[in-house]
């Protein structure tokens, strides 16, 4: 019995939804779904039902893409909060674990020196912060248009009811501290989920330096220690990677768009071996 993970499937690429459909059966293996799975919602149901009846379980956090307003009528056209219910509705129609869910317990052999391993999907999104000191947060689109590293999340991810991204992500931090501080047992290690990198000193993005605003929040740089995480998984740079930081596994799980993975070895070679 093994914990996969992956993220990043974009299948809006018909290459990576016929490499989704080529995914052989895991029975007995739990997968971790970090995200970015498609910018339909009728996309994300198909694909979490295929996923849902192949592995033994799947846990599934939102990315970016997911929480993108596509369309102006149906369901696409929900935005915001709206739309990331609308998302969780999907996953739990499948039996897919969410960050609105109840913390599971890792029911396989467990790593040397961990007694009790809960797996926590989070759900936290981004407030710039990432950026340099210097770029003031009222510049920070501006800054990164010089580059063209603007993120399309500026067009396509609203934030409502709340205000602004930032807004919204001060209160999915809030929430998830309070839940964690109530709901995680004080004996367990964790496997943090996340869509967006939980630390800045991850980000390594060359030929896009000034997307970092878009990745992430400075209040989750401590959490693999304060969650006690075996492992931290997350996507969103689609540069797969294991980093080991104060003892704590770091995985970058993207599969990414077709030209970023190479399709001869089909995507069941790009699900990494949490535990």
Same mark, same amino acid.
């Given at each position: 019995?093994?914990?996969?993970? +992956? ?20 029975? =007995? ?6 995200? =970015? ?30 929480? /993108? ?5 149906? !369901? ?7 739309? &990331? ?16 869910? %109840?913390?599971?317990?890792? %029911? ?10 809960? +797996?926590? !999907?989070?759900?936290?999104? &981004? ?6 000191? =210097? ?49 995680? %047992? ?9 869509? /967006? ?25 401590? /959490? ?18 294991? =980093? ?12 990414? &768009? ?11 070679? &790009? ?5």
């Amino acid at each position: 019995m093994r914990l996969l993970a +992956i993220s990043d499937l974009h299948l809006a690429s018909a290459h990576n939804r016929e490499a989704l459909q080529e995914l052989p059966e895991h029975p =007995d293996d739990w997968l971790i779904v970090a995200g =970015d799975v498609a910018e339909r919602l009728e996309v994300n149901h198909w694909a979490l039902g295929l996923l849902a009846q192949r592995f033994g379980r799947v846990v599934w956090v939102p990315g970016n893409h997911d929480l /993108w307003t596509v369309g102006r009528d149906g !369901p696409d056209a929900a935005r915001g909060v709206e739309r &990331y219910e609308r998302l969780v509705e999907i996953a739990r129609s499948h039996g897919v674990i969410t960050p609105e869910d %109840p913390f599971p317990d890792w %029911p396989g052999a467990l790593p040397d020196g961990v007694r009790r391993l809960v +797996i926590v !999907p989070l759900f936290l999104l &981004y407030d710039y912060s990432f950026r340099p000191q =210097d770029v003031a947060l009222s510049d920070v689109v501006t800054w990164a248009d010089e580059a063209h590293n603007v993120c399309a999340d500026e067009i396509h991810l609203a934030p409502d009811p709340f205000s602004t991204r930032p807004d919204w992500c001060r209160a999915r931090l809030d929430e998830t501290r309070h839940r964690l501080a109530r709901e995680l %047992p004080e004996d367990a290690h964790t496997v943090l989920v996340n869509h /967006w990198p939980l630390r800045r000193d991850l980000i390594r993005i060359p030929r896009v330096p000034r997307f970092t605003p878009w990745c992430g929040t400075t209040a989750t740089e401590d /959490w693999h220690r304060r969650y006690r995480a075996h492992a931290v998984v997350s996507g969103h740079l689609h540069t797969r990677r294991t =980093d080991v930081v104060d003892g704590t596994r770091f995985e970058e799980v993207s599969l990414g &768009y077709p030209r970023q993975w190479d399709r001869t070895r089909g995507a069941a070679e &790009y699900l990494r071996l949490v535990v």
